[in-house]
Structures are given as C-alpha cells and as structure tokens.
C-alpha cells in the first residue's frame, strides 16, 4: 500500500505535465498546481499548511544567490554581439576562410556555433542567425540539404554545453556544484563534440561527391589581404574576449558575475570598434562592407530588453519551482523517489543510466529550464544517498548537459529544429531538417558514451583549467 | 555569407523573426464601448500602464547593475593593488539588490510579455477561444489564488523584515532605524528588498487580473479590447 501523501506527490506530477502539455504556461503550471495540491493534501491531512510560511525564505535565498547573478552579465554580452550584427561577421569570415575546402562552409558553421556558444549561450538566436546566413550559401554551393541543416541544427545546439552558458549557470546552482567547477568540466567535453561535428562535416565532404562541395574560385568574394584583416577585425577579437572571460573565471581573477560584468565591457567595446576595424578594411581594398556605426540605441535596448526577459524567465520558474519542489518534498515524493533511484540496483551507475533515459525522453518535449528546476531537486536526494562526491556531481551535470544537446535535436519535435525550420528557403524539406539531424545525434551518442565510459574526461578538463587552490 | 558578404538586410529579419518569437503586437482597437466592457478595458489599460513602467524601470535597471558590477571589480581590483578594503561588501550588495529589483519589478512585465514559456504541441492549433478558456480557467480558479497565498505570507515577512513587530504595530515613524540589517559586516540592510519582493507579487497579481480580463474579453468576442489578436509566440531561451 502506496503511503498517501506519496501517491499525492506523483499525481500532482501527473497533473503538473498535463497543465503545461494543454499549454498553460509552464512557471504558473509549477505554482498552480503546487497551490492545488497544498489544499487537497491538507483536507487529507497529509500537509500542514503552516509549512507555507518557509517559502518567502527560500524565495528571499534565491533573490540573495550570487551565483544567479551571473546570469544577467553573460546574456547581456551575448546579447550585444548578437544584436550589433558582431555574430553575422564572424560567420561570414570564417565562411570565407574555410570555404575553399570541400565541407568547408559546414566546417566553418561548426566553427561559429562553438564561439557564438560561448559568446552568446542562446540557442535560439544561433540557430536562426547560422540558418538565415549559411543555409542559403550551403544550398547554393550544391551542399546536401541533410548535411547542411543538421550542422546547422547540431552546433547551434552546442550553445547549451560550451561555457560560459546560461544552461551550466543554471544547473551549477541547482546542483549546487559551483559555476566555476562546471565550467571547467565542461569545457572539453564541449570542445570534443565541436570537433566530432567538425570531423563529421568535413570527412563526408570528402568521402561522397556532392555532399559539400568546395566553394569555386568566383564565389570567394574576399581573398589575401582583405580575407586576412577580416579575420583579424572579426575572428580573433571574439576569441579574445570569450578566453580572457573564462580565462580570468578559472584563474580564480574574477567570479563568475565580475567576469560576466567585464565581458559586457568587452562586447560593447567591440562594437563600437568594428566601425573603425570596418574604415581600415575598405581603406584596404574591402567592397563587401558598409561601415556602419554599430552600437546603435536600438541595439542596445534590444540587448537590455532579452537580458530583463531572460532574467525575469528565469526567476519566475525559480519562485514558482521551488514552491513545487517544497510540495513534491512535504508530501514524501522526494523521498520516494530518491529511495526509487537509489535502489534500482547497481548503485551509481543503474542511477545515471536511468537518470539519462528520463533526461532524454523529458527533454524532447521540455525544455533545459523545466528540466533543470524539476529533475534537479529529485535527483539531489537520490545522488547524496549514493554518495555522489563533487567531482562526481560535475561529471553527472555535464552529461545531463550533453544529453539535452541530444533531445533538443531530436526529430520531429526538437526545438532547434523548429528554429531551423522557421528560417530556411522553401526548397529545403522538413523531413530533409529531420533526417539531417540524426548523424549528428549519433554522435552525442557517442560524446555520451565516452563521457560516462571514461569519466576521467570530465575530471582532466576540470582540473586543466581550474587553478590549484 | 551571402555573395556581397554582411548585408544588412539580414540583421534585419533576424530582428523580426526574434521578435516574433519573443512579442506579442497589440492591435488598437476601433472603438472604445461604454457599459462593463469598456470597464474591463479601461482597467486593463490603467494596469497595463503601470507594467509598462515598471517594465521600463527593469530595462533601466539592467545598465545600471552592468555598471554596478564594473565599478564593483575596479573597486576590488584597486583594494587588492593598494592593500586597502574600499566600499567591497556594500556594493556587492547593492549589486545584488539591484537584480533583485530588476526582476521583481519586472514580474509583471514578464507576465504581459509572455516570456514564460508554453509547450506549444498542441497550443499552437488551439483556436484564440480555447486558449482563452484554459487560460482563463486556471488564472482564476489556481494561479490567482497561488499569487493571493503568497501576497499574505510575503506580507508578515517582507513588513517585519522592515521593522513592523509580531503585534502588529510599528515602533517609530523612522523605519530605517529598527528594519532588518545585514548580517554580513558592510552588508546594506535586507528591509527594502524585502519590501520589494512583496511588491513584485502583488504587481504580478495586477498583471494577471489584467490577463483575466483580456480572455474575458475574448470571450466576449471583443478581441480587438483584448489586445491579444496576435498571440504571443512562446519564447525559448536556449
């Protein structure tokens, strides 16, 4: 015989997943059914309502929590290279530069989407940039469809693993790891699947004619000099700014919101100099630019207003999730089901293998917000039975990480794909966006399984970066 | 990379496409009834205008805790050159406070907005009607109430966290002398934040009574009073 209150806590999960399937808005789903579930479990006698008066405590621990503070910076520096038009250039020289070779132009897509990740962490304006720019070039070079979009798809993706990313800020609070720690560990594994894609793109290219072919001598609209400034005004900056960011985070210089704050410093620096990089270039001999002053007002309130959006998104979930969580916890669901986890057998690793399998299927259809502030808190319970260390936990989080780059490009309900789909020519089909996902699928597959094979992985790229205390 | 490299055009329509992802356009209506919809309409402007605002406040807030947080590591960076605490903890603080303003009065804003997301897999096909319904139904019968709870327990919290005793009076008119303090050395006190917290919710309540209204509005077959010929698109943040 189920004890009630339990029985009480996975239906109100049951109805939590119903509210938000019908579309009711996911953080007043959290609340709202938490609220419902108070009142029913005190009429059973299951829930004492007085419990309620902890939660202006726990929402004042949320509002206090520096580590949330790091969120505003790195949207805002993201969101300024994005709005400034800075994403758009840096595709277009990479393009240029890599375009000779066969696959080069996917090569080159897979390039920008691990820089425009960790400038940006958004997937959704990756996605769309990458899509409006380079699907048009790909198609046009007579690249195949499947190959052009799942690259497409597959690094902009990525924006959810490579540092510093709103998704790792997020879970590092939750899990209560560390931002610095996470980052660290998630560095090269993001890194590693980057190249996989890279490999990928361009190993097909080479082995089967006409997946991507080379770009012809008369597409290449900037060569020598012109090509090499280019890079210089476009490339090397971001690069610049995105290592000396995770640079100073790791050497333990700056926290994580005080290099989030000089990173700001850094984009808006770089925008109001690409005017003057773009002068040099047309002195140089450059016809494909017009100079422009960049850091427009528009831009910059465009830049404020995801960052607001973004921040009251995310602190509306927390406010509305953690009342659920106190529900899911008061009613003994958390207990549970942190007794389930902890006795499927084979201690640690019957739990990740089951904790991936529920990370998956929840994330084809949530997304990482939901996840992170459901899952999280039940899996907690479940991994200190365990005896998960923090070395552990980092390596676990990272893995939920890769695993939600895998649901969020599965077709047919991936979001990334919905992104892609908004944005491409006609000519390319749906089924073309689904079935070019899939290789790329395959190989977060096997990014997942090198990672839970060899957790050392995780733990060198940790210990690379992080300075000895 | 198209052929005459970045061309601006481009900007453009990404512009657009985000913001079709992330807004909703209101559509002016053509005339104003009197009688209970024109009330409900009235009343949701009046709301509105006050989401508005504080939405801009929000806005605001965002380049003054990026300039916070740059004076905040100068100011540290130049204690640790010239050996010497400067003014480290209470800005720190504010720092923080400031975010907490930035969202807490932006709550309702969000709430307007539609920043939250929906699951559209079945959303997306429903008729404005049906949205309406559901909508409606669980704003009044579930979410209002949630957002009720937490205004009567914030209120005990945030006022005694400004200096109002279990009795229910307040000491002196001075409030600043006896409101909650930091327990951190150089900490600011924590009362106004908490103030603000209290405030946010019942800020959110307003705008959600506003979102009632609009889909009682649609019901109504007034869409146009509603604002909400265009609903908003879900945003994904990833």
Same mark, same amino acid.
């Given at each position: 015989m189920m004890d009630l209150g339990v029985a009480l806590s996975l239906i109100m999960f049951v109805v939590f997943l119903a509210l938000i399937l019908i579309g009711y808005n996911v953080?007043?789903?959290?609340? +709202?059914?938490?609220?419902? %579930? +108070? %009142?029913?479990?005190?009429?059973?006698?299951? #829930?004492d309502p007085n419990t309620l008066n902890v939660l202006p405590g726990r929402w004042f621990g949320a509002v206090s929590d520096s580590t949330l503070l790091a969120v505003p910076f790195f949207v805002l520096m993201g969101a300024i290279l994005e709005r400034s038009g800075l994403a758009e250039r840096l595709l277009d020289a990479i393009g240029m530069l890599l375009g000779p070779l066969k696959g080069g132009v996917a090569a080159a897509v897979v390039l920008v989407g691990t820089l425009l990740a960790a400038a940006t962490g958004v997937v959704a304006a990756t996605v769309i940039v990458m899509g409006l720019l380079s699907l048009p070039t790909m198609i046009r070079l007579g690249y195949d $469809?499947? @190959?052009? &979009?799942?690259?497409?798809v597959a690094s902009g993706t990525l924006a959810q693993l490579v540092p510093p990313s709103l998704v790792l800020i997020l879970l590092a609070q939750q899990m209560g790891v560390g931002i610095l720690g996470l980052f660290a560990g998630a560095l090269i594994p993001g890194l590693l699947l980057s190249g996989f894609y890279a490999l990928y793109a361009l190993g097909i290219s080479y082995l089967r004619p006409g997946y991507g072919p080379a770009m012809p001598p008369e597409e290449r609209a900037l060569t020598g000099k012109v090509l090499a400034l280019e890079v210089l005004f476009s490339v090397v900056p971001i690069i610049l700014l995105i290592i000396g960011v995770l640079f100073s985070i790791f050497q333990g210089i700056a926290t994580p919101s005080?290099?989030?704050?000089?990173?700001? @410093?850094?984009?808006?620096?770089?925008?109001?100099?690409? #005017?003057?990089?773009?002068?040099?270039?047309?002195?140089? !001999?450059?016809? $494909?630019?017009?100079?422009?002053?960049?850091?427009?007002?528009?831009?910059? +309130?465009?830049?404020?207003? +995801? &960052?607001?959006?973004?921040?009251?998104?995310?602190?509306? @979930?927390? #406010?509305?999730s953690s009342f659920f969580s106190l529900m899911f916890l008061q009613l003994g669901g958390s207990d549970a089901t942190a007794d389930f986890l902890a006795g499927i057998?084979?201690?640690?690793?019957? %739990?990740?293998?089951?904790?991936?399998?529920?990370?998956?299927?929840? !994330?084809?259809?949530?997304?990482?917000?939901?996840?992170? %502030?459901?899952v999280v808190p039940i899996f907690i319970p479940a991994m200190d039975t365990l005896g998960f260390t923090i070395q552990e936990k980092i390596w676990f989080t990272v893995m939920m990480a890769v695993n939600l780059n895998m649901a969020f490009i599965s077709p047919p309900v991936g979001f990334s794909l919905f992104y892609l789909q908004s944005v491409a020519p006609p000519e390319v089909k749906t089924a073309d966006i689904h079935?070019?996902?899939?290789?790329?699928?395959? @190989?977060? !597959?096997?990014?997942?399984?090198?990672?839970?094979?060899?957790? !050392?992985?995780?733990?060198?790229? $940790?210990?690379?970066f992080v300075a000895a205390k | 990379m198209s052929e005459n490299g970045s061309d601006p055009d481009v900007t453009a329509v990404a512009e657009e496409l985000l913001e079709e992802f992330t807004r909703h356009r209101e559509a002016e209506p053509i005339d104003v009834p009197g009688g209970a919809k024109g009330f409900l309409y009235r009343l949701r402007i009046g709301i509105e205008a006050v989401t508005s605002a504080t939405g801009r406040v929000s806005l605001i807030l965002v380049w003054v805790v990026f300039l916070l947080g740059l004076f905040n590591v100068v100011t540290r960076y130049i204690a640790r050159f010239i050996q010497q605490d400067i003014i480290v903890g209470e800005i720190f603080d504010l720092q923080w406070m400031l975010f907490g303003a930035l969202f807490l009065l932006g709550l309702n804003y969000g709430v307007r907005e539609g920043?939250?997301?929906?699951?559209?897999?079945?959303? *997306? *096909?429903?008729?404005?009607?049906?949205? *309406?319904?559901?909508?409606?139904?669980?704003?009044?019968?579930?979410?209002?109430?949630?957002l009720v709870m937490a205004i009567r327990i914030l209120w005990s919290y945030s006022l005694s966290g400004m200096g109002r005793s279990f009795d229910g009076s307040w000491s002196t008119w001075k409030v600043w002398e006896i409101w909650e303090q930091s327990t951190d050395a150089g900490g600011l006190p924590r =009362?106004?934040?908490?103030?603000?917290?209290?405030? =946010?919710?019942?800020?959110? *309540?307003?705008?959600?009574v506003a979102e009632i209204i609009k889909q009682i509005l649609v019901l109504l077959d007034r869409e146009d009073l509603a604002g909400v010929a265009v609903y908003e698109a879900p945003l994904r943040v990833e």
């Open positions: 953080a007043f789903s959290f609340a +709202s059914t938490a609220l419902f %579930f +108070s %009142f029913i479990g005190n009429l059973l006698g299951v #829930f $469809h499947k @190959l052009a &979009t799942g690259v497409i005080e290099s989030g704050a000089v990173g700001v @410093l850094g984009a808006l620096t770089l925008a109001v100099l690409a #005017f003057y990089f773009d002068k040099i270039l047309i002195r140089a !001999g450059a016809t $494909h630019i017009n100079p422009r002053w960049r850091l427009t007002p528009k831009a910059m +309130s465009e830049a404020a207003r +995801s &960052t607001a959006n973004i921040s009251i998104l995310v602190m509306t @979930l927390l #406010f509305a057998g084979g201690g640690k690793t019957g %739990f990740v293998i089951v904790a991936m399998i529920a990370v998956f299927l929840l !994330g084809i259809n949530l997304e990482f917000l939901e996840i992170t %502030f459901i079935k070019g996902a899939l290789p790329f699928m395959a @190989l977060q !597959g096997v990014a997942l399984i090198l990672l839970a094979a060899f957790p !050392g992985i995780v733990e060198f790229s $940790h210990d690379l | 920043v939250n997301p929906r699951i559209d897999f079945w959303w *997306a *096909a429903f008729s404005n009607k049906r949205k *309406a319904v559901i909508d409606l139904v669980i704003h009044v019968f579930l979410f209002l109430p949630f =009362g106004p934040i908490k103030l603000l917290m209290l405030i =946010g919710f019942i800020l959110m *309540a307003t705008q959600v």
